[in-house]
């Protein structure tokens, strides 16, 4: 069994989880979203999710 975003519950009993990188995604998001207001041109981007395995798989 696995989750998604290794929230504290998933940690206390022992759920592999897939993180993604939350507060990465927000700093990008804000940073190409001042970019867009400035006029400027931005490129899509792809941020890798880290799996945590716990006692679950």
Known sequence: ???FNDTPLAESVGLTTARSPM??????????LMAILNGEDVE???LTPELTVRTST
Request: aromatic share 6%; glycine share 12%; proline share 0%.
């Open 44 to 46: 899509s981007l792809q």
């Open 1 to 3: 069994m696995a989750g």
């Open 23 to 32: 507060h990465h995604i927000g700093r990008q998001s804000f940073e190409m």
